[in-house]
């Protein structure tokens, strides 16, 4: 998490700074979660440090304002990154001499933390905690229409076919060219790059997903039937990584050395405008967004 927040939203709009939350001066039932869970969610980082791989990987303008405004942040907000950090402290617990757990890396002046590298298999792995869509995404799913294997058949007429017809159903399937591996594709490559730089060889990579609506029928209609998916990320060229991170540090160090906003986020950057209207814990900091300033 990128936090230099200050502090959290109560939902009557209210707010309370991380350092009356430490102090236990805060109302746990207005705010509706016990103060361990409110602990774990204001732990900070020092808006000084070093760009990090996940914040070069979201907009420069939204890490700038991350680091450079006070903000407060509704801990509903927080609730599935507070699972993910949970999730990985007890993965943390099975490290041996071959598997390196929560490794730091840096080069370039750019941070990263790999979640899991075995040195016997040279594999990467990182573990993420998201909802179907993402994952459906990411494994390329699709679907075609079959006959029912029942052999169940249409009772009536309808757009879905004729009376006494076979009754189709969904036949799900992986569709690999068709599979968005998004901004997790460049982070897990990058930290291969890392893991290179530092004298490790990585042969292979894959993203564990956890679903966190899996065996939900939202899940089921994505053609998603586990709880659990592990996917192979392929290679991204070296020079194509270098190119991209490279470019992202020194626009943002740049805007944090002369105090000059940069350009708004890009739509890739914005899920297409989705990002400002409802997920970005700045849009409300945002001269472009809330129109104190033009694009």
Known sequence: ??????????????????EDVKKGKVDIIKMGMSLPTLLEMSKERDPNRKPSTTELLIGTCEAFLKRTEDYYIDPQDRAFSLAGTMHHARLEQHEDENLLLEKQLEEFDITGIADLYDKESKVLLD?????????????????????????????????????????????????????????????LNWYRYLLNKAGYD??????????????????????????????????????????????????????????????????????????????????????????????
Not at 136 to 163: E, N, T
Not at 240 to 248: G, H, I, P, R, T
Request: a positive charge; hydrophobic letters at 30%.
């Open 127 to 187: 573990y993420k905690n998201t909802g179907s869509y993402k994952c459906a995404q990411l494994l390329g799913m699709k679907h075609q229409l079959v006959s029912d294997p029942s052999g169940a058949r249409y009772k009536s007429s309808g757009k879905w076919g004729k009376k006494g017809s076979s009754k189709k159903v969904k036949q799900w399937y992986r569709d690999e060219s068709s599979a968005d591996f998004g901004d997790w594709g460049w982070q």
């Open 202 to 295: 990585v042969d292979s990579m894959y993203i564990q997903i956890t679903l966190r609506d899996g065996g939900l029928y939202v899940a089921r209609s994505r053609g998603l039937d586990k709880n659990i998916y592990l996917i192979e990320v392929p290679k991204y060229d070296d020079e194509v990584l270098e190119y991209k991170f490279l470019d992202a540090r020194d626009k943002l160090v740049k805007a944090l050395e002369t105090d000059n906003l940069p350009k708004k986020c890009t739509e890739e950057q914005t899920w297409n405008g989705r990002k400002c209207e409802s997920y970005c814990e700045v849009r409300h900091l945002c001269p472009y967004i809330n129109g104190s300033i033009n694009e």
């Open 1 to 18: 998490m990128i936090v230099p927040a200050v502090g959290f939203v109560y939902p009557d709009g209210k707010t309370v700074s991380f």
